[in-house]
């Protein structure tokens, strides 16, 4: 009797999150869970991914990690407490970015400084992108501009991120001008 196999796509999304490949459905469950959006609690949003979450001192250019414990099977990310806590956020929200997007693929992500290094993976870029996005939503980015909200510390202020990550959100938008 032969078997046939079915093929494996190279992205596939781990079953548990099918319904949460786009950073648009993230930030729908979020908002169905009671977690605050604006800004997104990055932390509680972990926790009802199964995620758990730890800071602990880190070499600079490493932002945080996250891998699957082998004997529980749990989900672990470490985040460097020795960086902003923006900057925190942004690793948070990377992390789930790999959780929801690539963990069907590899079982554990290092992660060195966001956007800095030229050399990224299109997993990275990937997980860049997701994190911006449920981050700094665009409808939300776009309503923080016409409040009057257009330098970027003061986006960045408001989304909690940093001024690095508002400026590549802004260009990936479309925005320029007023230091965006």
Sequence with gaps: M????????ENRVPPEFEDLSTPEDVVKLAKKKGISTSPLNVSEL????????????MPDDDSGTLFKEKKTGQWVMIVNSLHHPHRQRFTIAHEIAHRIR?????DEF?????????DSNWMETEAN??????LMPKED????????????EEIAAH?????MAVRIRAKA????????
Excluded: Y
């Design 2 to 9: 032969a078997f046939v196999r079915k093929a494996v796509k």
């Design 46 to 57: 972990s926790m009802e991914l199964g995620i758990i979450v730890r800071f602990e001192p």
């Design 102 to 106: 690539h963990a069907a693929n590899q």
């Design 110 to 118: 290092n992660d060195k400084a966001f956007f800095r290094n030229g």
């Design 129 to 134: 992108n997701f994190a911006a996005t449920i």
């Design 141 to 152: 980015f776009t309503k923080a501009v016409d409040s009057g909200k257009t330098k970027i």
């Design 159 to 163: 989304f909690q991120v940093s001024s």
């Design 173 to 180: 938008l479309g925005f320029d001008g007023h230091g965006l």
